[in-house]
C-alpha cells in the first residue's frame, strides 16, 4: 500500500468516530441544540420518562422554526412528528447516549464520551480567543521545564535548577519585603489564562466518560464469557486483573484517571485548588464573566470527584457482578448438568442413524409424580396430654381500696364546678373567679377546663394580659401556672361555645 492509501484509511477510520458522525449530519445542529439543552453542565443523568419528554418538545420547537431535525419513524404521506422515544433508541445505536439503570432501579440516559468529545469541540470553536497566546505559549514552557527537571538524571545538574529556582524566589521575596510593588496581571491577560484553563476544564469529563466506558465495555465481555463459559472462572479473573491494570496504566485515560485519583487523595493539593480557584475569582476580570461561567469554573472539584465516582461505581458494579458469579457458580451442578446433555446427544445421534424423518419419540417434559402415602406431622407429646395446672385464687389484699372520691381527684377537669364559680364570681376576671375555688378544686388539670370555658373572650385568646394561676396537686403540693386572664365584667353566666348560635349569655 502506498502512503496515501495508508493515510486515507487513517482518516477514514477517524471519519467513522461516533463524535465526527455526531457532527457531520445536517441535522447535527439540532441534535447537538437538544444534547446541551437537556445535559447542562450540573446534569450528568436524565430519567427516561423525562428525556422523552424534554426531546420531543426542544425537536418540535425547533422543527417549527424551520429548523432540518432528525425525522421519526412514521408512514409514508405523513408529516413527520418528533418521538422522543425513538430518537432516543436512535442515539443509543450511534453510540452518542448511553441507557443506564440507576441505583433506585429507574432507567436514566447519560452522554457518551463521544458526544461529550463534540460538545467539547464545539465550545471551543465557539469562543472568541486567540489560537496562539502568551498564556498558552508560557503554559507549554512550564510543562516542558517541568517535566525537565524531573526527566534530569545529572544529580548536580538538578541541584543547580533548585538552586536557581531558590534564587529566584528568594529575590522575589525580599523585593516584595522591602515595600516595592506588587506586581499582577492586567484583565487581559488573565482572561486569557482563564481560557485555557477552562480548555482542559472542558476536556475533563469526556476523558473521565472514556474511562467509564472501558470499564463498562469490560464489563460485558467478562458477563458474557461467565455465560457462555467457555474459559475457566480462574482464568476469567486473572484476565480481569491484567485488563485492569492495563486499562489504568497503558491507555491515555486510564493515566489521567489515576492521576486524579492521586489529586483527590491530597487532601493539601485539593484545599490549595480550591484557593486558587477562588483567587482567579477575586481578580477584576470574572466581573466579565457570566454567572454560569463562574459556578462551572467554581465546579472544578466538583467535576473531578464525580468522573471518579462514576468509574468507580462501573469498577463496584464488575466486581459485585464476579463476586455474585463465584459465590452463585456449582462446579459440581454444571458437571452433571453437562454429562446429562452429552448423554441425551449421543443418544439423539444413535437414534438418527436408524430413524426415518417422519418417526417419533414420545417425550415426557415433566417427570412422573410420586406416590408419597400420607405421614405423621408430628410425634406424641406427653405434655400436650398433660392436665393444666389449677388457677391459683388471686389475693385481696394486694391491691388497695380505691373510692370514688379518690378517682375523681386524679381524673379530668370539673367543668359544672368551674361554670358556677364564673357566673357567680364577683372578681371581676377569670383569674379571680378561679383562686376562688376550694383547694381540692384547683387542680392544675383545671386550668384546661378553665380555657375551654373561657374560649370566645377575645381578651383571653388574644393573650394580652397573663396572669399567675396558683393550683394544688393531688398530693397538696403548690404549683404555679402563668396563663391569659379574660375579665368578667358582670354577674352572669358566661358564654359557652356549646352554646346554641344567637343563645345570649344570662
Not at 404521506?77 to 443509543?92: A, F, H, K, M, Q
Not at 479473573?237 to 492521586?262: H, I, K, V, W
Not at 461505581?313 to 454444571?334: K, N, P, S, Y
Amino acid at each position: 500500500m502506498t502512503d496515501v492509501d495508508l493515510e486515507f484509511a487513517r482518516v477514514r477510520q477517524v471519519l467513522d468516530r461516533p463524535t465526527l458522525r455526531l457532527m457531520s449530519r445536517p441535522t447535527s445542529a439540532a441534535v447537538v441544540s437538544v444534547f446541551r439543552t437537556v445535559f447542562d453542565r450540573d446534569v450528568q443523568y436524565v430519567p427516561a420518562e423525562r428525556m422523552h419528554l424534554q426531546v420531543e418538545e426542544h425537536v418540535a420547537r425547533l422543527q417549527a422554526t424551520g429548523a432540518r431535525v432528525p425525522a421519526s419513524d412514521s408512514p409514508e404521506g405523513e408529516v413527520s412528528r418528533p418521538n422522543g422515544r425513538s430518537l432516543c433508541r436512535e442515539w443509543v445505536a450511534a453510540q452518542w447516549l448511553v441507557r443506564s439503570n440507576s441505583s433506585d432501579g429507574d432507567e436514566q440516559y447519560s452522554l457518551t464520551s463521544h458526544a461529550l468529545e463534540a460538545l467539547s469541540l464545539i465550545d471551543a470553536l465557539s469562543a472568541e480567543r486567540a489560537l496562539i497566546s502568551e498564556s498558552r505559549l508560557a503554559m507549554i514552557v512550564d510543562a516542558v521545564h517541568r517535566w525537565a527537571d524531573r526527566a534530569e538524571p545529572d544529580r548536580d545538574a538538578q541541584v543547580r535548577r533548585l538552586d536557581a529556582q531558590i534564587a529566584e524566589l528568594q529575590a522575589e521575596r525580599d523585593r516584595l519585603a522591602r515595600g516595592d510593588e506588587v506586581v499582577t496581571v492586567d484583565e487581559d491577560r488573565m482572561r486569557d489564562g482563564y481560557a485555557n484553563i477552562t480548555d482542559l476544564i472542558r476536556q475533563l469529563p469526556s476523558d473521565f466518560k472514556r474511562v467509564e466506558e472501558a470499564v463498562a465495555t469490560m464489563h460485558r465481555e467478562i458477563v458474557e464469557d461467565f455465560r457462555q463459559e467457555v474459559r475457566p472462572i480462574g482464568e476469567i479473573l486473572d484476565d480481569y486483573l491484567a485488563r485492569t491494570d492495563n486499562l489504568m496504566e497503558s491507555t491515555p485515560e486510564g493515566r489521567a484517571f489515576q492521576g486524579a485519583f492521586e489529586l483527590l487523595r491530597d487532601d493539601a493539593l485539593l484545599l490549595r485548588l480550591r484557593d486558587d480557584i477562588t483567587t482567579i475569582l477575586e481578580h477584576p476580570f470574572a466581573a466579565s464573566l457570566s454567572p454560569t461561567e463562574r459556578r462551572t469554573f467554581r465546579g472544578t472539584v466538583g467535576i473531578l470527584r464525580q468522573g471518579i465516582e462514576d468509574v468507580l461505581a462501573q469498577r463496584r458494579m464488575l466486581t459485585a457482578t464476579l463476586r455474585d458469579q463465584i459465590v452463585a457458580h456449582d462446579v459440581v451442578r454444571d458437571r452433571e448438568l453437562d454429562a446429562v446433555l452429552r448423554s441425551v446427544n449421543r443418544g439423539l445421534a444413535a437414534w438418527m442413524d436408524v430413524s426415518s424423518a417422519r418417526d417419533r419419540v414420545p417425550l415426557g417434559l415433566l417427570p412422573p409424580s410420586a406416590a408419597v402415602g400420607t405421614l405423621r406431622e408430628k410425634f406424641y407429646d406427653p405434655d400436650a396430654e398433660s392436665v393444666p395446672p389449677p388457677i391459683e385464687e388471686p389475693d385481696d389484699d394486694v391491691f388497695e381500696e380505691i373510692d370514688v372520691e379518690s378517682l375523681r381527684r386524679h381524673g379530668g377537669p370539673l367543668l359544672a364546678e368551674l361554670r358556677s364559680v364564673l357566673d357567680a364570681s364577683t372578681a371581676g376576671s377569670s383569674v379571680g373567679a378561679f383562686h376562688e375555688l376550694p383547694p381540692d378544686q384547683r387542680r392544675p388539670v383545671e386550668l384546661f377546663g378553665l380555657a375551654h370555658l373561657l374560649t370566645g373572650h377575645d381578651d383571653f385568646e388574644a393573650g394580652t394580659e397573663t396572669a399567675p394561676h396558683r393550683t394544688v396537686r393531688p398530693d397538696g403540693g403548690p404549683v404555679t401556672f402563668h396563663m391569659p386572664t379574660a375579665a368578667l365584667p358582670h354577674r352572669g353566666r358566661t358564654a359557652h361555645p356549646d352554646d346554641e348560635p344567637g343563645q345570649e349569655a344570662r
